[in-house]
């Protein structure tokens, strides 16, 4: 660690802003002109304007990284305040973006990837009518994501992290006419709202709890028992400085919270760790809270559920959103948040927990799915698991590091699989491919080469990341307890395993034997035996009718690849042709792709046990962005213990690898489908992903649809009984006075009024206009008047 | 034989007062009503002087002088009046003051 105190400076860089800005400009064209300028100017006008827009964010975000990378590790903080946008009490809240190496590199992975996807989903989505309204959506999440990262503070970030459930669900539901799809998207954003509600209220408890008693006189917090009192701010008082400078108090800002807690001279963190609220450790309910946003956005038990059928949405959007950058947005929110999390056993335990027990079990579901998309989903999911397992063991730098070789490798498989998709006319049931190795060459490799680098053999990436984590794991001194390290390697090692099998087992299925395609068979036979293809094609369709109403909508939502721009497969105009090579804007991504899965793991990790006499390169590069590294503790059995283990990451692989090529290469062996007779019920268990999606209908949906009949109930019988009781209430006062009003001062009014009238009637009477009457009504006045006189005196 | 006084002057101010009074309630000619203001004008002519006469301080001619003030303003009352009655002539083709009651409600 080159810092000395521990704090982190910011330097203003003006020009931030930029990044985000493209893709949201370009979805505000897209979004408000597109469907004009698609009719007007074609497809080519909207790709052009979002492929444009990540293009030039990506430019941005180089420049930022150059300079960070000019710049001394200790200065590596860029900040761009742009406005305040709201201030009230101690809260104060800032629209303003910051970078630093962790934010950085996010922002690179989020650029650089969604730019390639953006390009490959120019050739995926050619035939969409919506083209249109796909890329606003792609952009607007780019955009998203981009504050989500780059947001130097939690509001900014929330902003982020709302607009990435958004664009989500837009994503997700954006074939809408077919209902499941519609449904996936509903689920997927309904699951991340519970996640959101964790990630609010942790916020609402951190911000609370940053307030406290200060000592002037020694510049410290004074340790309180209970977390009880006002939020600071609530009254005037001078602002708390410690003696290195640091604002203390309730903040916002990454950075400032970072510096508080990091600066031991301010007591904050001591305050933290003996806090308690309600009877519980304070930093582990803040932590825990904000890991339960981060199960709802980053797909782990039990708010996985979402991430499966989010495959409904096209396989571009599978790849940016559902692999590369938004699930991971939980990983980077704790490995942002290091240094709360860092301070709390019982939370770092409950991470690695959650993450190891995900990636057991999203494994071992993703043995026998038979669609290709929902074995990455499963695989991702099971890959985020390990992720957590690296933040929560306190090997920070090692989560994102597999974060970063995540975002290449599975962005790969599902850009693979989309165009294996493509390739057998949006087929995605596993079953009805193989042999496309000889049609589809370039998907063919870079999809071997991802699952190389998935399944963790050496120098691939996976290989670096994944090994690091579960050696960090065995290791790990910061837990609860000091065998769950122990544990957490083994049960993690045996998911990786799992990973190994079943993603070479989707490989042999869908390249290697003979194309079982539909159309494939039809040929076929048509050569060989008329008769017998007339009934294979009709249990064909029983088969497959029931079964795949999904894929048959999609093929009808999508209208076919098969257009001029398609020049590799001329041929397969008609739906029955046979599997055929995409086209150039996507293999040329794959190959992108793949090369950096297979690279970026020995460039960014080269462990510092091979040699090279240094941390790898991306701890060093995130050190600044970690102050907790120093925190945690991890054991160091030394060099042989660590070459053995990265030999049984090896093994791991090779052994997965090895059953998976026995049982599936060329569709072959017998044993999967013995294995599926001998266990059937085993095997419906695991294959119906342990009846979770069920048992959550029947409770949490259930439930809410219970609770909701309840309030429903309530609403219709009680409160607005009472509103109906107010109203009679009312409208019985208002009757009574309106009697007042009509009888009592309408009455006096109109009496008052009658009176006059008929006084006037009366004593018009007496103008007769006959001059000697009021003579008489003068000698009558006179006369009186003398008798009056007469009488008085 | 009583010497004439005051009180017999009064009196006869007070019958040509109610004999004027009289006329002008009676009366439907409206000629014969300003007649009767002449007449109710002389009654307060003769008291006036008779008052001077009696009461006041011997010599001083205050009360002759107002008299003589009433008479002027009683031939300018006179000339208004006709030509009034001359007007309402014209405009009614009659002075009897029973039907000249526009002024009525």
């Known amino acids: ?793 | 034989m009583t010497t004439i006084g005051l009180p017999h002057f009064l009196i006869v101010g007070a019958a040509l007062f109610s004999l004027g009074m009289v006329t002008v309630v009676t009366r439907r000619n409206a000629v014969g009503i300003l007649m009767g203001v002449e007449l109710i004008l002389n009654a307060a002519n003769v008291n006036f002087i008779a008052f001077n006469h009696y009461v006041a301080a011997p010599g001083t001619l205050t009360g002759q002088v107002f008299s003589i003030f009433v008479i002027v303003l009683a031939a300018a009352e006179a000339a208004i009046g006709l030509a009034i009655v001359l007007a309402i002539y014209q405009t009614f083709h009659t002075i009897d003051v029973q039907e000249t009651s526009l002024l009525r409600e």
Not at chain 1, 564 to 574: E, F, K, R, T, V
Request: proline fraction near 4%.
């Open chain 1, 1 to 793: 660690m080159e810092q000395t105190d521990n704090i982190a400076r910011a330097i203003d860089v003006g020009w931030l802003w930029l990044i985000p800005l493209f893709p949201l400009a370009g979805a505000a064209v897209n979004g408000l002109f597109g469907k004009r300028l698609q009719e007007r100017l074609g497809k080519r006008a909207n790709h052009a304007i979002a492929v444009g827009a990540m293009l030039l964010s990506c430019v941005v975000a180089e420049v930022a990284f150059w300079k960070m990378i000019a710049a001394a590790p200790g200065d590596r903080f860029f900040e761009n305040h742009l406005w305040t946008m709201w201030r009230s009490g101690a809260l104060k809240v800032d629209l303003s973006f910051g970078l630093d190496p962790l934010g950085m590199l996010m922002t690179m992975i989020v650029t650089h990837v969604a730019t390639l996807i953006h390009v490959y989903s120019t050739g995926y989505m050619a035939d969409e009518p919506a083209y249109w309204r796909f890329f606003f959506w792609m952009n607007l999440f780019a955009f998203s994501m981009l504050l989500l990262v780059m947001g130097s503070n939690f509001v900014v970030m929330f902003f982020g992290w709302e607009g990435v459930g958004l664009c989500s669900w837009g994503l997700i539901a954006f074939w809408y006419e077919d209902l499941e799809k519609a449904k996936a998207g509903m689920k997927a954003f309904v699951v991340n709202r519970f996640g959101d509600f964790g990630f609010v209220i942790g916020l609402f408890i951190l911000f609370w709890s940053l307030s406290g008693i200060w000592s002037p006189e020694t510049n410290r917090y004074i340790p309180e028992r209970g977390l009880a009192g006002q939020v600071m701010g609530a009254s005037a008082e001078p602002a708390r400085v410690s003696r290195s400078g640091t604002v203390l108090g309730p903040t916002m800002e990454f950075r400032e919270l970072r510096n508080q807690i990091s600066d031991a001279t301010t007591g904050m963190a001591e305050r933290l760790r003996e806090l308690t609220f309600w009877g519980f450790p304070l930093l582990a309910v803040i932590c825990i809270l904000f890991f339960v946003g981060a199960t709802g956005k980053s797909a782990q038990i039990p708010l996985y559920v979402w991430l499966p059928d989010a495959m409904e949405g096209p396989t571009p959007v599978s790849a940016l959103i559902h692999a590369a950058t938004m699930v991971t947005a939980g990983v980077y929110m704790v490995a942002r948040l290091n240094f709360l999390f860092a301070l709390s056993a019982p939370a770092m335990t409950v991470v690695a927990c959650v993450g190891v027990l995900t990636a057991i079990f999203a494994a071992s579901i993703g043995f026998f799915q038979y669609d290709i998309k929902k074995v990455l989903a499963y695989s991702t999911v099971s890959q985020l698991g390990f992720m957590f397992i690296g933040v929560g063991v306190g090997a920070y730098w090692a989560g994102v590091f597999h974060l970063m070789t995540h975002a290449f490798f599975k962005a790969c498989l599902f850009l693979g699989s989309g165009s294996v998709i493509l390739a057998c006319h949006h087929e995605q049931d596993m079953r009805k491919m193989g042999g496309l190795k000889q049609y589809t060459p370039i998907t063919r490799w870079t999809y071997l080469a991802a699952c190389w680098a998935i399944a963790g053999f050496p120098w691939a990436s996976g290989f670096y990341s994944k090994d690091e984590i579960l050696w960090k794991a065995w290791t790990a001194e910061g837990l609860s307890a000091p065998w769950l390290g122990h544990a957490i390697y083994v049960v993690g090692a045996i998911a990786a395993l799992g990973t190994s099998f079943y993603m070479f087992r989707s490989y042999y299925m869908t390249f290697t034997g003979t194309y079982r395609g539909a159309a494939g068979h039809e040929d076929k036979e048509r050569l060989e035996d008329p008769h017998a293809m007339a009934a294979h094609v009709h249990a064909d369709e029983a088969v497959h009718a029931p079964s795949h109403a999904a894929a048959a909508a999609d093929v009808h939502q999508v209208p076919h690849q098969h257009d001029a721009s398609h020049g590799a497969a001329p041929d397969a105009h008609a739906h029955g042709g046979v599997p055929h090579e995409s086209p150039r804007s996507m293999t040329y991504v794959l190959v992108a792709l793949a090369f950096a899965a297979v690279v970026a793991g020995a460039i960014f990790g080269w462990p510092a046990a091979w040699g090279g006499g240094s941390e790898p390169l991306l701890e060093r590069f995130l050190a600044p962005s970690i102050p907790a590294a120093e925190l945690v503790k991890f054991a160091e059995p030394g060099r042989a213990t660590e070459y053995l283990f990265q030999f049984f990451g090896l093994a791991i692989a090779a052994l997965g690898w090895f059953a998976a090529r026995v049982l599936y290469l060329d569709a072959k062996s017998t044993v999967p489908a013995r294995l599926k007779e001998l266990l059937p019920r085993a095997w419906g268990v695991v294959y119906n992903k342990y009846y979770v999606d069920e048992i959550y209908q029947a409770t949490v949906v259930r439930g809410s649809l219970l609770l909701s009949a309840i309030a429903y109930w309530i609403d219709q019988n009680l409160i607005d009984g009472f509103v109906n009781f107010m109203g009679w209430l009312g409208r019985s006062l208002a009757y009574v006075d309106a009697a007042i009003d009509k009888y009592l001062v309408d009455g006096a009014v109109n009496g008052l009024a009658d009176l006059t009238i008929n006084s006037g009637r009366a004593l018009r009477r007496v103008q007769t206009g006959h001059i000697q009457s009021y003579l008489y009504g003068a000698l009558g006045g006179a006369i009186a008047f003398v008798i009056i006189q007469y009488v008085i005196r």
